[in-house]
């Protein structure tokens, strides 16, 4: 279905609006969704929009999705639909199924490329240096050079191992 | 520093210099940070409120870049000294509901402000005079890596820095630029302009920001994206469109010279002529006028006043600085008579008859 408003680009949000009881219902794209979004906002605010949004492109069981809660801090999935913050850091995590693609839709990303904070930059340098040695990996192989892919790949290991260890110190603390 | 003695100073980004000051009013870049593990601030008690505020503290204690700053309690302010502060743009209004456990740190020269227990835990903001985003994301870097020495900050290799709103994650930053566009209004340019930036991923915004209108031709324009591009790359693409921007409106100022000179000249010393002789104004028709005026003077055709008065008369007009001028609390009908004072004052017009 094509958007009402642009006639052209892909229907992604439905909206039905009622004014003065007159029902009218409008399928749009997300360009004209967002500048619809914009003339609304002061009715509804931010956050029941951000919330709206949430679910989209998940098809997570409904009954799955009310029971989603953040370990670290209580906060549930239903409050994040509900005010359109979430209650920690860690609520990223735990909501993760679910946010990943409002992000990639809010952002058009789900990776950080920025920099990272001291106690992380560690762990960012190994996940590049991981990345590095995989792109060798697979060059060598293609080279069919399989001496060094071993070595490579033992490096790999090697990296990977510590960064689990950390990852269940970090825990047990 | 009490923050009566704000009231007689020019804070730095008023100071009318900087390059493109004649279209670039500010540049504003914030940081959105959180301390690792605690709730964001909606979500966390009082004794973890208190938590943020003396991490924040002794953060901005050990800080070199903030060693004169000063610390305000929202809860210990008067309505009208957070509105003062508001008007200052040193913080936000959310920041000035709801007090309690809230903190603005400021530093003397009004640069750089941090706010505690804002939608973040921490909210770190430089702002400078003029089109400066290397220099204010430059500091505000710095300012983040000091603090950072303190505070944990709550971070994941994926997402970045981790927001209460979704909308910041990744680098947390937002880069801002207040500009004044008057000739890209006045030739019917600006909507193609501002629809244009719309699909760029960049918003528009009033003179106090979220929620608030445009008004005297002045735009609040920021970066929308912050996850999935480096803080560099987000500064350096929203740089190019900006200069893109300037260049329209110098374009469009140059051509408005040629062809319309005698109209823009009209206008110009109306809008000045009411200033100088207005017994009663609002605010909404001195930022309107105050556009123009600030307009003609960029064009040289205003050679009387200078742009660093038209930014003090901005300030010091809006409702809180008059009230703390008067040292009273005014009703509106009040406010614009004691605001066509100081304007007829300032611009040394009639005397009060």
């Given at each position: 279905m094509v958007c009402d408003i642009c006639g052209k680009n892909e229907t992604t949000v439905h909206l039905t609006e009622i004014i003065n009881n007159e029902v009218t219902k409008l399928h749009l794209c997300e360009n004209c969704a967002r500048e619809k979004a914009s003339e609304m906002e002061e009715h509804f605010g931010l956050a029941d929009l951000l919330g709206g949004m949430a679910d989209f492109g998940v098809q997570a069981e409904p009954e799955e999705m009310s029971r989603l809660k953040c370990s670290n801090c209580g906060f549930t999935y239903m409050d994040f639909k509900k005010i359109g913050r979430l209650g920690c850091g860690e609520c990223y995590e735990a909501f993760k199924k679910n946010l990943a693609p409002l992000l990639k839709r809010i952002h058009g990303s789900e990776q950080h490329y920025g920099k990272a904070p001291i106690k992380a930059q560690k762990a960012v340098k190994v996940r590049d240096d991981i990345q590095g040695l995989r792109a060798r990996l697979h060059k060598a192989v293609e080279m069919e050079e399989f001496e060094e892919a071993a070595k490579i790949r033992d490096q790999i290991k090697g990296l990977e191992k510590n960064m689990d260890k950390k990852k269940e110190n970090n825990k047990e603390k | 520093m009490n923050i009566d003695d704000l009231l007689n100073k020019t804070s730095e980004w008023l100071k009318g210099t900087g390059p493109n000051s004649d279209i670039v009013i500010s540049t504003r870049v914030r940081l959105a940070r959180n301390v690792d593990k605690l709730p964001f601030t909606h979500w966390a008690s009082g004794k973890q409120r208190e938590q943020v505020l003396l991490l924040g503290r002794e953060a901005a204690e050990k800080s070199n870049l903030l060693k004169d700053a000063t610390y305000f309690k929202m809860a210990a302010l008067s309505e009208l000294d957070r509105q003062f502060l508001i008007e200052r743009h040193l913080m936000s209004p959310e920041h000035a509901f709801e007090p309690e456990y809230k903190v603005l740190i400021i530093e003397p020269r009004e640069v750089i402000s941090i706010m505690l227990n804002e939608e973040d835990h921490l909210r770190i903001q430089v702002i400078q005079s003029g089109f400066n985003l290397r220099d204010a994301s430059s500091l505000a870097a710095k300012l983040d890596a000091e603090l950072n020495e303190t505070i944990n900050y709550a971070y994941s290799?994926?997402?970045?820095y981790l927001t209460a709103c979704p909308t910041n994650v990744g680098t947390g930053m937002r880069a801002s630029l207040m500009l004044h566009l008057p000739a890209l209004v006045i030739t019917r340019q600006i909507n193609k302009v501002l629809q244009a930036l719309g699909k760029l991923g960049i918003a528009v915004r009033g003179l106090y920001g979220e929620g608030t209108e445009a008004l005297g031709n002045f735009f609040q324009i920021s970066n929308q994206?912050?996850?999935?591009?480096?803080e560099e790359d987000i500064v350096w693409n929203f740089e190019r469109v900006m200069n893109q921007i300037v260049t329209r409106e110098a374009q469009a100022r140059r051509k408005l010279l040629t062809k319309e000179r005698e109209e823009l000249s009209d206008k110009i010393f109306r809008a000045y002529g009411t200033l100088k002789n207005a017994r009663i104004i609002t605010s909404g028709e001195t930022t309107n006028l105050m556009s123009i005026v600030r307009f003609g003077i960029n064009l040289g055709l205003l050679p009387e006043i200078n742009i660093k008065m038209v930014n003090e008369i901005f300030i010091l007009s809006q409702p809180a600085h008059l009230q703390k001028l008067e040292n009273k609390a005014l009703t509106p009908d009040q406010r614009d008579m004691k605001r066509a004072d100081l304007i007829r004052k300032k611009l040394g017009g009639q005397k009060n008859v």
């Open positions: - | 290799i994926k997402w970045g994206v912050t996850l999935g591009r480096s």
